[in-house]
């Protein structure tokens, strides 16, 4: 069974930049789908802000377009999401899981600080 676990986060002033990473356990990883998703200070659902098909197809949502790029190495079982020009509206914990999401695959997150 597949297992992540986020790390990269950090305390950055708006306009800074990050790298997220995300270690998998399993050997069906590289055949599936990974996204990134977030869940702000105040609560609420996770959010989906990007995915990355099995061959390195890559997508984010209207909100981080051209900010958040998202990329994977199979052979290192990792996928990375590039964080650009940051936002305070950024701030939130980040996780990684496949997508759709396997809810018996979430593992720790990496917290996102965004000054301003």
């Known amino acids: 069974q597949v297992q992540f676990v986020a790390s990269g986060g950090g305390l950055v002033q708006a306009g800074g930049s990050l790298r997220l990473s995300c270690a998998a356990s399993?050997?069906?990883?590289?055949?599936?789908?990974v996204g990134w998703y977030r869940q702000s200070p105040t609560g609420g659902q996770r959010e989906w802000v990007a995915?990355?098909?099995?061959?390195?197809?890559?997508f984010t949502v209207d909100s981080v377009k051209g900010r958040l790029t998202i990329s994977r190495d199979n052979a290192k079982n990792t996928a990375y999401l590039q964080m650009n020009s940051l936002k305070v509206e950024d701030t939130a914990v980040y996780y990684c899981?496949?997508?759709?999401?396997?809810?018996?695959?979430w593992g720790q997150g990496t917290q996102v600080t965004v000054s301003s």
């Open positions: 899981n496949t997508f759709p999401v396997r809810p018996n695959a």
């Open positions: 399993g050997s069906t990883w590289r055949f599936n789908a």
């Open positions: 995915r990355i098909s099995p061959g390195g197809n890559g």
